[in-house]
């Protein structure tokens, strides 16, 4: 039970709260200086029940592991290298976020709005989706981070599940919105999820 308060579970059991305060407080401070405070809700902080679940189950599976395995949490080169991957994530999504500016929202668009604006330019050259390919790389990252191999699988394949659903209902009013403009930016730019086209 001491090694639940030892240096390894401090040290990464800290970083994860800080990268999760940090992801959603910056999340919902970006959102707030886009669209006004007013137009910010609960919504822009990207907290759900099945995510709450998600980090639940991972702190979970982070305890019952150092407590029964904790040599499995003193792997420093994977602990590091998915704090570098919350890192990458954390900075690809923040500039996808600054760079679409107003044309960014967390709900998906069904109606074209005047500001709304194809953005091709910024982090958008190198990914169609550069939100999601961040959020994807820092989910999975938090979970590296924590050494929790369950939860490392489980949250590669849930979030990946999500937005390769996602995307085409995304991009099906994209196009409606933006016609020939949205299918060259497509043919000519990957969405940032691997094996969703």
Same mark, same amino acid.
């Given at each position: 039970m001491t090694e639940i308060f030892g240096y390894t579970a401090c040290r990464q059991l800290s970083q994860m709260i800080l990268?999760? !305060?940090? !992801?959603?407080?910056? =999340?919902?401070?970006?959102?707030?200086?886009?669209? +006004? $405070?007013?137009?910010?809700?609960?919504?822009?902080?990207?907290?759900?029940?099945?995510? &709450?679940?998600?980090?639940? /189950?991972?702190?979970?599976?982070?305890?019952? =592991?150092?407590?029964?395995?904790? +040599?499995?949490? =003193?792997?420093?080169?994977?602990?590091?290298?998915?704090? &570098?991957m919350v890192?990458? +994530? =954390?900075?690809? $999504?923040?500039?996808?976020?600054?760079?679409?500016?107003?044309? /960014?929202?967390?709900l998906i668009k069904v109606y074209h709005e005047e500001h709304h604006n194809l953005i091709t330019h910024g982090i958008y050259r190198f990914f169609r989706h550069p939100s999601y390919t961040g959020f994807l790389i820092w989910s999975v990252g938090t979970q590296i981070m924590l050494c929790n191999p369950i939860s490392t699988i489980g949250f590669a394949i849930v979030v990946w599940r999500f937005f390769s659903q996602r995307i085409p209902y995304e991009e099906f009013f994209l196009r409606q919105f933006f016609g020939s403009k949205y299918e060259e930016y497509a043919l000519r730019t990957p969405s940032g999820v691997p094996f969703v086209k």
């Open positions: 990268a999760v !305060f940090f !992801f959603h407080g910056s =999340e919902y401070v970006l959102a707030a200086a886009i669209h +006004g $405070r007013s137009k910010v809700s609960l919504s822009s902080l990207l907290i759900s029940k099945a995510y &709450v679940f998600a980090m639940m /189950f991972s702190l979970l599976e982070y305890v019952v =592991e150092i407590a029964l395995f904790p +040599g499995l949490k =003193e792997y420093w080169w994977v602990s590091n290298l998915g704090l &570098v890192t990458i +994530g =954390e900075i690809i $999504r923040k500039l996808a976020i600054i760079t679409a500016g107003l044309a /960014f929202t967390h």
